[in-house]
T-cell receptor, first 114, second 114 residues
Framework: SQTIHQWPATLVQPVGSPLSLECTVE??????LYWYRQAAGRGLQLLFY??????ISSEVPQNLSASRPQDRQFILSSKKLLLSDSGFYLC?????????????FGSGTRLTVV | AQSVTQPDIHITVSEGASLELRCNYS??????LFWYVQSPGQGLQLLLK??????LVQGIKGFEAEFKRSQSSFNLRKPSVHWSDAAEYFC????????????FGTGTRLTIIP
């Protein structure tokens, strides 16, 4: 069966420090991968998605970047965190060409920038 | 552009009472629609999905949703809520079948009172 792992679960980082959040998927190949952010009291905002290794699409201009070095690995990064980067970050995957299948989400990372 | 509206930010119901959460979508073609549930501090779990066919779809945890094309709605219902149903609920629509991007509503927070 397919599983998705996301870590760390919680992170407190000072302003100006770097960030690296990792997401891996098991039990499938060539998935679509997504990073979402959920700010307090708000809905889900799509940050990045990837349909293949090295293929990253950004949805909104921001202080963050994403990379997909391997088929089932998706990394969210920042060189210098801002206070506004605080939020709940969710990774998700879906089968390619199966839009009707929906997403499977990871358990999320709570990031607090101080 | 595709969009999803959840007009109710917060709903409170008594345990054992019936529930209906509203969702309206804007999409030019036949939509693929989803309902997700998020417990506090957790990722999102798929409750149910609609692709085509029978407009009344059954999901997990006793939830159902009805697709009404004439009203552009996909409301979520449950005949009798349990305290464990307290969570945030998100409606979503697939907005791009090339990369299966999901567009989410802003969510409805459900509180259950004894």
């Amino acid at each position: 069966s397919q599983t998705i792992h996301q870590w760390p679960a919680t992170l407190v980082q000072p302003v100006g420090s770097p960030l690296s959040l990792e997401c891996t998927v098991e039990g499938t190949s060539n998935p679509n991968l997504y990073w979402y952010r959920q700010a307090a009291g708000r809905g889900l905002q799509l940050l990045f998605y990837s349909v293949g290794i090295g293929q990253i699409s950004s949805e909104v201009p921001q202080n963050l970047s994403a990379s997909r070095p391997q088929d089932r690995q998706f990394i969210l990064s920042s060189k210098k965190l801002l206070l506004s980067d605080s939020g709940f970050y969710l990774c998700a995957w879906s089968k390619q060409g199966a839009g009707a299948g929906g997403y499977t989400f990871g358990s999320g990372t709570r990031l607090t920038v101080v | 552009a595709q969009s999803v509206t959840q007009p109710d930010i917060h709903i409170t119901v008594s345990e054992g009472a019936s529930l209906e959460l509203r969702c309206n979508y804007s999409y030019g073609a036949t939509p693929y629609l989803f309902w997700y549930v998020q417990s506090p501090g957790q990722g999102l779990q798929l409750l149910l999905k609609y692709f085509s066919g029978d407009t009344l779809v059954q999901g997990i945890k006793g939830f159902e949703a009805e697709f009404k094309r004439s009203q552009s709605s996909f409301n979520l219902r449950k005949p009798s809520v349990h305290w464990s149903d307290a969570a945030e609920y998100f409606c979503a629509v697939v907005s791009n079948f090339g990369n299966e991007k999901l567009t989410f509503g802003t969510g409805t927070r459900l509180t259950i009172i004894p």
